[in-house]
């Protein structure tokens, strides 16, 4: 069984520890640590984020794509300490300490049914930046976990994660603030990416696709 710490909003520890389990049964807020893989694409002036498929025998979310490597911070555990082994147990990858780039905090909560029980997710998440360059092959993933890994430009991600056409688990106001803290990092490191325009909200999604529909169809609106 795994025990883990209940958190305040701070993220600090209310000296009360529950069963896994009985976490996501009653919404307790909990730590995790977050690793988000990047690598740069020196043509493309863009990166590209990891994205892992859960396993299908998972009991949340099978099959749905998620965050590079994650995981519940267990009782008397730190965020960067857990970090390291997630990604070493679900990835194959030893990190030093130094690799990864705290970048911001997260509070989500997600509630849904899985195999006719109510899971209610409530964590706090400390979010790490860690660039890659190791090859899909040479990543061993822990198949309990892992069904697969592939690289997506992070664009395109945040596109998917806005039109809501792509079966994730992520939360979408994280990957928001990931976009940028990306765009940060290789800004800081001497390798800015290029800028293209990212529409900021659905509403403006749908009126791009009202006005392509409209050229299609050959109608003209007299202003």
């Not at 993220?11 to 740069?40: A, F, I, M, P």
Request: glycine letters at 6%; hydrophobic letters at 35%; charged letters at 35%.
């Amino acid at each position: 069984m795994e025990y883990i710490d209940l958190r305040r909003e701070d993220g600090s520890l209310t000296g009360e520890v529950k069963e896994r389990s009985l976490v996501h049964r009653d919404g307790d807020l909990h730590g995790t640590s977050h690793v988000w893989l990047v690598r740069y694409r020196a043509e493309e002036q863009s990166a590209d984020v990891l994205l892992q498929k859960r396993s299908r025998n998972k009991d949340s979310f099978p099959g749905s794509y998620d965050i590079s490597s994650a995981g519940h911070i267990p009782s008397g555990d730190d965020f960067l300490g857990s970090a390291l082994r997630e990604l070493e147990e679900e990835l194959g990858i030893k990190a030093r300490p130094e690799e990864l780039h705290f970048v911001f905090t997260h509070i989500g909560r997600h509630e849904a049914e899985f195999y006719g029980k109510v899971f209610k997710n409530h964590e706090y998440s400390r979010i790490y930046l860690y660039e890659c360059e190791l090859p899909l092959a040479n990543m061993k993933l822990q198949k309990e976990e892992v069904e697969s890994v592939l690289w997506m430009d992070y664009r395109e991600c945040l596109k998917h994660i806005r039109k809501e056409d792509m079966d994730h688990c992520i939360f979408p106001q994280e990957f928001e603030r990931l976009v940028a803290a990306i765009e940060d990092y290789f800004a800081r490191t001497g390798r800015p990416l290029g800028r293209k325009e990212i529409t900021e909200t659905w509403a403006e999604d749908a009126q791009v696709e009202l006005e392509d529909w409209i050229e299609e169809q050959g109608i003209y609106i007299r202003q």
